[in-house]
């Protein structure tokens, strides 16, 4: 009986949450709708979960949670939305007591959990179809479904008759059109509400799928039984991948590295002159993504060279050998931004460079926390809770950068007609971003014609923005200060028309 009311009152929440989605965003712009419906979900959670209230600090976790939930009133984006959605996931496994208590185990349930929760419903329904007679759960179910037969038979039958006797029910039963209630009901709007019914069923029932052990246990040796001789590819292994493989690999790649630095330092920083017909930037364009490729080699190389316990993390030639070479590493990183950055202030600045210099940041911050891992003797399992750590900080600051803006501010300060050097500027890349782009677009065209913005899709983009920014589901707080600068640019003025020439009439000598 329990059950069945657990399963009744979650699925009627599930189904309120199901309604309030589709009010919130089938066919409605996105916005501070996506904040509201996390909060709400969020109080439902609480709600199926009230003994997580009996904690010593019941607020620490909403708290937690607010914050998390804070990017999506800044802007909604692909970004935000996915940290929302691993904070609401966090959120429901720590209320319901199955979150983990270490950083890399906790990633391993997200990942679970998110892999579970297009069947979670279907699955639990199942089971609950298939509950044992012994409680008597198929006659609380038929006796849930036969008392509404009579009531709902009768109140038909009196509806009815009251149609006929009362010219006001009459036409208020008139107005119902059963066929326009039919085109309401549209295949992509039944599958937004089954996508939302199975998420947040999940976090209203958070669960993990279970896995059968397939391997077997190791059987125990006999007592006073010889230990087998170990196979011939394993002594194999100790010599090519053994102490001396190891230390002999160190003193290469450090060479070889030391070169590529040298390298670097002569050409890049020292002035010195490339070979004919090869350009500063092509150098710092070709090298800037497979040396971060070099890097994340080297970083797996030393993770499994120096592996905790093993013969070749305790000799300590072994272990400055591998703190040179790590550095040198980081060395070759901030090399590789560099040179990006010397690639960017001739060609400008795109969103996949951009990505491509926090992600460069990640791997020098990954380097450096091999070296803290080593130095201090810690496990893989820290070196990844460590990285899950920064990465997760990294992604959560990105949603508060306005990179559109960013890069059209910067493409418009670096261009060939604001600076006099780089490259002449692409405008329809610009306008590609919407209005975020015209503050930056109307600097450009206040610099070279003295007047803001003419094209009429530039204006046209800003009279849509500022529309849409009126309807209340689509408001956010970047989307807010957007219109406050479209709207100090006033009304259009428009520059004078060009008076066109007259041909010259050729003169008439005198006579």
Not at 354 to 379: D, Q, Y
Not at 451 to 470: F, G, N, R, S
């Amino acid at each position: 009986m329990t059950s069945f009311v657990s399963f009744c009152s979650r699925f009627g929440i599930a189904v309120l949450l199901v309604a309030l989605a589709d009010f919130f965003f089938y066919d409605q712009p996105i916005g501070i709708t996506v904040l509201l419906f996390a909060i709400v979900t969020a109080g439902a959670v609480v709600a199926v979960h009230p003994a997580a209230l009996n904690s010593p600090m019941p607020w620490l976790k909403p708290a937690c949670l607010l914050v998390a939930l804070l990017p999506l009133a800044e802007n909604v984006s692909a970004l935000s939305v996915s940290v929302a959605l691993v904070a609401m996931v966090v959120f429901a496994l720590s209320l319901a007591g199955r979150l983990q208590h270490r950083i890399a185990r906790i990633a391993v349930q997200i990942a679970l959990f998110l892999l579970a929760v297009p069947l979670r419903f279907i699955r639990d329904f199942i089971r609950w179809r298939k509950t044992p007679r012994r409680f008597g759960r198929r006659r609380i179910r038929f006796a849930s479904i036969a008392v509404w037969v009579m009531p709902l038979t009768l109140g038909a039958v009196f509806l009815t008759l009251f149609g006929a006797a009362n010219p006001v029910i009459d036409y208020w039963l008139s107005l119902i059109d059963l066929m326009k209630l039919l085109d309401l009901i549209q295949l992509a709007r039944i599958a937004f509400w089954l996508i939302v019914l199975a998420c947040v069923w999940a976090l209203l029932r958070p669960r993990l799928p279970r896995f059968r052990r397939l391997i077997p246990r190791p059987r125990q040796n006999l007592a006073g039984a010889q230990p087998a001789a170990k196979p011939e590819r394993h002594v194999v292994e100790d010599i090519v991948f053994g102490k001396g493989a190891i230390l002999r690999a160190l003193i290469v790649f450090n060479a070889l590295f030391a070169l590529q630095t040298g390298l670097d330092a002569a050409y890049l920083w020292g002035g010195v002159a490339l070979p004919d017909g090869m350009s500063y930037a092509a150098y710092a364009h070709r090298g800037a993504y497979p040396l971060i490729a070099t890097a994340l080699l080297a970083a797996g190389f030393v993770l499994a060279a120096l592996r905790p316990g093993s013969e070749t993390s305790s000799d300590p030639l072994i272990r400055r050998l591998v703190y040179a070479w790590v550095a040198q590493n980081i060395v070759l990183v901030i090399s590789s931004i560099l040179r990006l950055d010397l690639y960017i202030g001739v060609y400008a600045l795109t969103y996949w460079r951009i990505a491509a210099f926090v992600w460069m940041g990640l791997v020098a911050s990954g380097l450096a926390l091999i070296i803290a891992r080593i130095a201090l003797g810690k496990s893989n399992e820290w070196l990844f809770s460590a990285n899950l750590l920064t990465l997760s900080a990294t992604l959560y600051a990105c949603c508060f950068i306005n990179f559109a803006a960013m890069i059209a501010n910067f493409n418009v300060d670096h261009s060939l007609e604001m600076s006099g050097s780089g490259t002449p500027l692409d405008a329809e890349y610009l306008r590609s971003f919407g209005a975020v782009a015209l503050p930056a677009l109307d600097r450009y065209y206040m610099h070279q014609t003295g007047h803001l913005t003419t094209w009429v899709v530039d204006l046209q983009t800003a009279d849509d923005y500022i529309a849409e920014q009126k309807k209340w589901r689509a408001w956010s707080f970047r989307a807010w200060r957007l219109v406050q600068v479209l709207d100090k640019r006033g009304p259009l003025v428009l520059p004078p028309p060009r008076q066109p020439t007259q041909p010259s009439q050729p003169s008439v000598p005198d006579r």
